[in-house]
């Protein structure tokens, strides 16, 4: 069975500052995607970054890069010079392989950007 | 681009009775399309998996009787909730993958069903 882990507390984070979030994933496929979704309050549910178990280099999407390390089975995400609109739940998931996106979710990370 | 509509955004309906929500994907064509169910303050539950012009795929321990999925069109999946109860009041929300990606799948905005 997949298990995504987002074990950080809520976080507040200076604006124009940068900020990781964690996530360790466990799975036994070889082939798996993991994403980084942004729920603002409002509820729904935003795509920020796609990476690839085969994918050689960390996926970059504009401020939003992918930290993988795959010996490690993690997929921290960076926000660099954070904004008064990154305030939100972030969430790392899984696929279950190469075109399966049946996704399992982590609990999620608050972040607070502050002024 | 890749725009995902829910309807209704919020439903209020009594114990006993059944609610339909549906899911469009508004400017690109979805194979397949993917509730979700979401507690407050928790993370989204894989629901099912619905596929153009077949059954619908159930995650184990989802009620296939209750919760009803029928994907019509490459553009609409709805999920009915069948005889609802209090402990269906949850945030509903439908994702769908574009035709022919291999990855990339979009949200809805989500459907707030309270059940009293």
């Known amino acids: 069975a997949q298990k995504i882990t987002q074990t950080q507390p809520g976080m507040f984070v200076q604006e124009k500052e940068a900020v990781t979030l964690d996530c360790t994933y466990d799975?036994?496929?070889?082939?798996?995607?993991l994403f980084w979704y942004k729920q603002p309050s409002s509820g729904e549910m935003i795509f920020l970054i796609y990476?690839?178990?085969?994918?050689?280099q960390n996926a970059t999407e504009g401020r939003y890069s992918l930290n993988f390390q795959k010996a490690r089975k993690s997929a921290n995400l960076v926000i660099s010079a954070s904004q008064l609109g990154d305030s939100a739940m972030y969430f790392c998931?899984?696929?279950?392989?190469?075109?399966?996106?049946?996704?399992?979710f982590g609990k999620g990370n608050q972040v607070v950007v502050i002024p | 681009g890749a725009v995902v509509s829910q309807h209704p955004s919020r439903v209020i309906c009594k114990s006993g009775t059944s609610v339909k929500i549906e899911c469009r994907s508004l400017?690109?064509?979805?194979?397949?399309m993917f509730w979700y169910r979401q507690f407050p303050k928790q993370s989204l539950m894989l629901m099912a998996t619905?596929?153009?012009?077949?059954?619908?795929?159930?995650e184990q321990g989802v009620e296939k009787d209750k919760f009803l999925i029928n994907h019509a069109s490459l553009t609409l999946s709805t999920l009915t909730v069948t005889s609802a109860h209090p402990e269906d009041s949850s945030f509903y929300i439908c994702?769908?993958?574009?035709?022919?990606?291999?990855?990339?799948?979009?949200f809805g905005p989500g459907t707030r069903l309270t059940v009293t």
């Open positions: 994702s769908a993958q574009i035709r022919g990606s291999n990855y990339e799948q979009y």
């Open positions: 799975t036994s496929d070889p082939s798996y995607g």
């Open positions: 990476q690839g178990s085969y994918d050689q």
């Open positions: 998931a899984m696929s279950r392989g190469y075109g399966n996106n049946r996704l399992a």
């Open positions: 400017d690109f064509q979805a194979t397949t």
């Open positions: 619905s596929n153009e012009g077949s059954k619908a795929t159930y």
